[in-house]
């Protein structure tokens, strides 16, 4: 694909939703970092079930820690890997309160230290919260770069160095909301919404469906 089409896909995409947010719920820094922190093989909708319950009775590191695993897991039991989800929240809570005075660092190495956090959280985080031009890439941008050809690759860092290199700086801040919200509710994985598809025209995938799913 080349760079006019990338331009003209970002461009069609901004037109559509100007100002794409996150289908997470939150209402602080912290709030976020431990709802994309739950959001692993899970869907937005399980876990802003689970968060609205908890944030009403902690929503602060030391509330948090207050609660202990145990009684995090009475909150989270419904979502996938809730263990070692409950066993990271509690020590994510901890380094925060001891390191950081209960403040979400605007630090990439730092934010990388805590339990269950990797590059695609602190990506989120970063570009969330401190508008960074980043660009994370979980499964639905890693689908929709790859089927569409935008910006293809093996894995998630690959994708995610070819975005940052070919998506212009205007773009940069939105593009990981637009791409995630195209893939979840148009470029879905099993059957592509082709037919309402605003960038049909310009994508490279070759199996396109052209029946309303």
Known sequence: ????????????????????????????PFELLIS????????????NKATKKLYSIANTPEAILALGVDGIKNYIKKIGLFNIKSNNIIKTCDILIKKYHGEIPENRKALETFPGVGRKTTNIILNTIFGWPTIAVETHVFRVCNRTNF??????????????????????????????????YTCIARKPRCT?????????????????N
């Open 1 to 28: 694909m080349n760079q006019s089409k990338r331009i003209e896909i970002l461009t069609r995409l901004k037109d559509n939703n100007q100002n794409p947010k996150t289908e997470l719920e939150f209402n602080s």
């Open 36 to 47: 994309v922190l739950l959001s692993a093989q899970a869907t937005d909708i399980q876990v």
């Open 151 to 184: 910006a293809p690759g093996k894995n998630m860092l690959e994708v995610e160095k070819k975005l940052l290199k070919f998506v212009p700086i205007k773009f940069k801040v939105d593009c990981h909301n637009w791409l995630v919200l195209h893939g979840r």
């Open 196 to 212: 309402s598809c605003i960038i049909e025209d310009l994508c490279k995938f070759k199996d396109k469906i052209y029946l309303e």
